[in-house]
């Protein structure tokens, strides 16, 4: 999923990457709002909030959805910043810092949330703008890793992206490509994912509370051993198919 260019990615590792981190983007949208009634992996809202703010001259609230909005941008900034600096090395270490990152920032507020988190209005705000740091870096690296194919939790953009796909797809006049559908297959395995994250966000919230967000690193985990299980197993293949053939 990680070691692969937006270029030269097969469907089946962009299914794989979309599904994974949409639901992770789809329980921790509905965690969030249930747990603190804000948004925590997109900034639409927030905007708009902001502009409220603006207009009902609340300082303290303005600088409050500011430096979210801020620690959101700083996520997408330090995600795509890594992977730059580290994609001519090693791309695979240059892909998986953004989801360490991502995990850590996430299992610090699972600690923080089943252990200290008393309900303070202050702590509710870290604790938010913490989270949208950590979607800052998962929406930066997916889209960039899959070169704007995969938008884990921008779904207004991802619905306009699937209205012009099925638009070519059903237009008389458009070659029915194979790279058409594929697109089309990834957006939709988007959604479906993310609905599903928000549904089992939902439920396990309401049974586990801030548990869940010790689950929530665990999906991540799997993005990161995917690739090191295929590439041994692909490893020990070569070995055993030449010493086969040394035989």
């Known amino acids: ?26 329980i921790t949208n509905v965690c969030g ?8 992996t997109n900034i639409t809202g927030h905007v708009a909030l902001l502009a409220r703010q603006v207009s009902d001259q609340d ?3 303005f600088v409050t959805v500011f430096i979210w ?10 995600s795509h910043f890594l992977v730059r600096s580290f994609e001519r090395t090693n791309r695979y270490k240059a892909h998986a810092f953004p989801i360490l990152m991502e995990m850590f920032t996430l299992l610090l507020v699972a600690v923080y949330g089943n252990h200290f988190f008393n309900g303070a209005d202050i702590e509710r705000k870290f604790i938010i703008g913490a989270v949208l740091f950590s979607m800052g870096l998962q929406n930066s690296l997916v889209s960039t890793i899959s070169g704007g194919l995969i938008k884990s939790s921008h779904l207004t953009g991802l619905f306009t992206d699937v209205g012009a796909d ?24 988007v959604l479906a994912f993310y609905f599903a994250g928000a549904i ?12 869940v967000f010790y689950f929530i690193p665990l999906i991540l985990l799997t993005i990161l051993l995917y690739d090191i ?8 293949s070569r070995k055993f198919t030449t010493a086969t053939k040394t035989e």
């Open 1 to 26: 999923m990680l070691r692969q260019v937006k270029d030269k990615r097969s469907l089946k590792s962009n299914l794989m990457l979309a599904s994974s981190t949409a639901f992770v983007a789809g």
């Open 59 to 61: 300082i303290n609230e």
């Open 166 to 189: 099925m638009a070519e797809l059903l237009h008389p006049h458009t070659a029915k490509t194979h790279v058409l559908k594929n697109r089309i297959y990834v957006r939709l395995t």
């Open 69 to 78: 909005l801020l620690m959101f941008f700083a996520g997408t900034f330090v």
């Open 200 to 211: 089992a966000g939902a439920f396990l919230f309401e049974m586990y509370n801030f548990t």
């Open 229 to 236: 299980w295929d590439f041994a197993f692909y490893k020990l």
């Open 33 to 40: 709002a249930i747990a603190f009634l804000a948004y925590t």
